[in-house]
């Protein structure tokens, strides 16, 4: 009876389907059932030797096995796909706790990058970036900022002298004449640069450091403004309010000069061991441009007026990342140099 | 600069500003402030005692004496004087001044201590305690008194010739806190000049004024005046040294007393020494000088180096009786320049490089009388002043308009009768009419520190206080600042360098002779310091490499491999002008372990980045470098820096690559991106060629030649990879070819690479 014979197969196939235990058996099943020369063909060969009735009963039947054995073989082809694609998965793992291969970043030094944070401040304020010679001569040291041959401010620099017959800069102020020279009044400019001072070097003292010049010529540049712009740009710098007071200084190329404080950050203003109990801190020196200063740099006085400040880069980077050896800032220990 | 609170006030009618809070005023409106301490406040509780008894201790050298100490009863103290004796008047200070307990000594008690004079910090005598020669048991000490200590930044006192002494300085006070000054009289009595004086060069010495003393008597100065001294930080010597000591440090003028027993001729002459002429000062030193020091000299021969020292022999000793007091004013620069050549710095040098005032010497000369009168009893003056004076020039009234101070310290509610009070109170002469000032200058700001109108401004400005200027911001043209493209392009080299894993270093300018010498760097190029303090500055570094070698070294000790540079100048001498100075790269790729290969093709890699399209061409190493591992970085046509591995003599402990680079020419020579080019609408072909090559074949070449005869169809030209084998070595390369009009033909394409064949065939075997 094909009707028997069918639904014997089927079982038959469905249990054996259930029971393989690879993809491989399972594909061999098919074939061996489902296949084009498979047992299922072979039954709908015989289909013609009966009655349009009996074909069409026994049609159904045969339809029916073939998609029940069909979902059945899905099913476990599926199972089987899914557990490989686990396993490999699984065998993928990775951990990812172990370091990475390959280079890492590389540091700037802490100098580098407080004067790019500096100075980025500045071009905001519409300043210019102006750089000098490492060696100068002695007239733009000192002569050109007021300061005469034999006049007693120039042991405030202790200098090394050259061969020859200049000097390594004592301070980025001599780029104020360059810079006076080469942009015109009114003028925006600063300097950051590596000074030099002829010390014996200890934890607090080095011959070699970085300051940064800046200087503001216009007309009718007053006191008052350059207390309003050492202020927003010290609070700029520190990231916080600051309070700054102006006290008299003497510096040869500014008249009047101005030793500037701020309050202390860290005890604002009540007194700590940090600024010495007084509530101040001094911070930078600054002042109007000397009239001789002007006028060495082609600039007339009685039209122009400005406003020069110093800003000591190693003294800042020394200050906020609480540095107590200046000597690691030019000791090339990369151990130092890439914690920054 | 150390002042004393009771000799400011002194100076000035009526002080009530409490010493705790003056130097915070003179802080913020003269010269900044260093310190306040209490001086002496153990006078308030020292008293004249008198030793009742004194017993020797056995074995020892101490005394137990019974001392009658008058307000604190009598005590028993142990002292170990080698003057303590019955019946003396000295000093007793009670337990709990001076750091005194009560004490036992070799088990006697001890109530108190008898004192020196350096104890009491009147003097630095220590022989034994102090004695007096009169005095009630309970007195407070003669003269000493409880004072505050001011001291002052020299720095800030530069340019105030003035501010070195207690009066000038008293000046500031008075105008501060609002009193008077009080004046210090310079009446002398009339009389024929008591010495000759020449002066040879009135350029040097615009003044020299002198006065002549008998009847002397040479002595310790009373206690008031010791202990001032000590109190400002000057020595007590003796009553005549003092005087002249006490009048530096009260009117700014160094003064001298010669012995004038001593001096040769009647005649005084200040002229510049003569070369190699010798002058024994009073300190011991014989100093030898030339025609750049200034001499005080007398018929013999030089009695002093003119502002700096005395002369030895005609110093005051205890058996002078007749004296010559010196009161002069000499040039600053010249003062400084003796006093830097000679390292030589004294009090005198110190206050005449600032430019003392002409005016003052008569006035010292005056106020020196007077004290002289009260230290040496019986000493009378001989004829009268002796004074040659060629006047400075004087400086004219400096004129200004109101409106010109408010604007330039931003003040614009400023007062005409705000600035004359400033101005008077600090002794200036003003006159003004409807905001127009006309202001003259005393003689002690006229000599250098004030001559223009700007000089005013901080006047006005500091008096005022800054703290009362509103702050206002300023206006300026908002302009997009001109920035040098240096300054961007070395920003972005850095960050593409520690994109890269390189960590930045900073290296000093400085380099030793060994270390230029160990690179064979010749010393003969390197601008050298005159005066290094310390070894290791000798020279400025015309290579960053000697430096970078020693962090390479240092860096070696704590890690296996490390990536950094330093951007920096070189700095190249130019005979007398100023150097040349070149910023370079210095990249360092360092392998403790390994061949130092992939270091050295890393930084190739690298300055393929910094500079695209620069080839590298092998060179001739230099010392310093692998003989082997060492190359020119070109760049169009132009060596822009050099590839190498230190040489291992220079690194002993592993690999070190370096890439040096000129980035003055990198930056000349970069181009920046043109116009754009179409993108290719036909599609490529490529094939891939290998050559069999000498073992030691460049790359380069065989690249070279390849691109050579590829022909113009050849769109790049790749090398892929070597082989050595047993047959030697061969390179593969991946020829790529395009039209730029059609689709190249494969025929077209067997043509090319057959041609290309037999030239390489021809060329490499």
Sequence with gaps: ?340 | MKFSYNWLAEHIDGLTVPPAEIGKLITMKTAECEGVEAHGAHFDHVVVAKVLTAEPIPGTHLAVTSVDTGRYGVKQVVCGAPNCRAGMLTAYVPPGHLGVTTAKLRGVDSDGMLASAKELGISAEDEGIIEFAEGEPGAAIAGCTADTIVEIDNKSLTHRPDLWGHHGMAREVAAIAGRPLKSIPADLPEGAPAVEIEIRDAKLCPRFSALRFENVTVQPSPLWLQQRLESVGLNPINNIVDVTNYLMAELAQPMHAYDAAKLQGGKIIVRVAEEGEPCPALNGQTYTLDSSNLVIADAGGPVGIAGVIGGGPSAISDATTTILLEAANFHAASIRKTSTKLKLRTDASMRFEKSQDPVNTVRALARAKWLLEQVSPGIRLVGGLADLYYPLPEVAPISFDLSWMRRKLGKPDLTAAEVTAILTSIAFGVSEADGHFTVTVPSWRATKDISLKDDLVEEVGRMIGYGNLTPVPPLVPSVVPPLPPERAYLRGLRQLLTAQGYTEVYNYSFVNEAQATELGLPIEDHVRVVNPIAQGQELLRTSLLPNIKRNINDNAREYESFRMFEIGKEIHARGQELPEEIPHLAAVSFERHGDGVANLFELKRLAGTIAPSCTVEPAEARPFEHPFRSAKVILRNEAIGRLFEFHPAMVETGRAAVLDLDLVKVQALRTAAGKYKPLRRFPTSAFDLTVPTAERELAGTVLGFIREHAGSLALDVRYLYDYKGDKGRSMTFRITLGAPDRTLTGDEVTAIRSQLLAAVAAKYQ
């Design chain 1, 1 to 340: 009876m094909i009707e028997t014979q069918l639904s014997e197969l089927a079982a038959a196939t469905e249990a054996r389907i259930a029971a393989v235990t690879t993809a491989d058996e399972l594909e061999a099943i098919r074939v061996e059932v489902l296949g084009r020369k498979g047992k299922l063909a072979e039954v709908s060969k015989d289909m013609g030797k009966l009655s349009p009735e009996q074909r069409g009963v026994v049609g159904k039947l045969l339809n029916a096995a073939k998609q029940t054995l069909e979902n059945a073989l899905t099913a476990r082809k599926t199972a089987f796909e899914q557990a490989a694609l686990a396993a490999r998965l699984d065998r993928e793992w990775v951990d990812l706790t172990a370091p990475a291969p390959g280079v890492g970043l590389g540091s700037l030094h802490p100098l580098t990058q407080i004067q790019a944070e500096i100075e980025d401040l500045f071009v905001s304020l519409g300043f210019t970036v102006l750089d000098g010679p490492e060696v100068e001569t002695e007239f733009n040291n000192f002569d050109a900022l007021n300061i005469p041959p034999d006049h007693p401010a120039r042991d405030m620099q202790d200098t090394f002298w050259l061969s020859n017959g200049h000097l390594l800069r004592t301070h980025t102020s001599p780029v104020q004449v360059r810079g006076m020279k080469k942009l015109g009044p009114p003028l925006r400019m600063i300097a950051p640069g590596r000074v030099f001072r002829n010390e014996e070097v200890d934890a607090s003292h080095e011959h070699t450091f970085y300051q940064l010049e800046g200087m503001m010529v216009d007309k009718d540049v007053s006191v008052a403004h350059l207390i309003y712009f050492m202020k927003t740009l010290l609070s700029a710098i520190f990231k916080r309010d600051v309070t700054v007071r102006l006290r008299p200084g003497y510096f040869p190329f500014v008249e009047p000069g101005f030793e500037l404080d701020i309050q202390c950050l860290i005890c604002n203003g009540a007194g700590c061991p940090v600024c010495k109990q007084s509530g101040w801190v001094e911070l930078l020196p600054c002042g109007l441009v000397h009239p001789n200063v002007l006028r060495l740099g082609g600039i007339d006085p009685e039209e122009y007026s400005g406003f020069a400040f110093g800003l000591g880069l190693t003294r800042l980077v020394m200050m906020r990342y609480a540095i107590d050896d200046i000597r690691q800032l030019q000791g090339g220990d990369l151990r130092f140099l890439t914690q920054f």
